[in-house]
Nanobody, 115 residues
């Protein structure tokens, strides 16, 4: 099994930045992808960013240019840098590990953007 622990959420003013972290532990595959999702109140969970084992990234159009995901394979940690935060970014952010059909989710971290 793989356990994921997210951190870095908080309350931030519009235009601010946050860096979310997702640390994986347990039986981690050498080849895994990590996805970042978010779920706003009353809305479905949506995929916002992905990163492969080799570091290739993909983003949903609404966050391109403001969200950057990266990974440190030595630390089994993935990051999501969020810049120029907007009120509509308010959500619980989750990371998802996937490898060879196995999936594990983190517990989520709350991001609130408000003045």
């Amino acid at each position: 099994q793989v356990q994921l622990v997210e951190s870095g959420g908080g309350l931030v003013q519009p235009g601010g930045s946050l860096r979310l972290s997702c640390a994986a532990s347990g039986s981690i595959s050498s080849f895994y992808a990590m996805d970042w999702y978010r779920q706003a109140p009353g809305k479905q969970r949506e995929l916002v960013a992905s990163i492969t084992r080799g570091g290739m990234t993909n983003y949903v159009n609404s966050v391109k240019g403001r969200f950057t995901t990266s990974r440190d394979n030595a630390k089994n940690t993935v990051y999501l840098q969020i810049d120029n935060l907007k009120p509509e970014d308010t959500a619980v952010y989750f990371c998802k590990y996937s490898a060879y059909g196995y999936v594990s989710w983190g517990q989520g971290t709350q991001v609130t953007v408000s003045s």
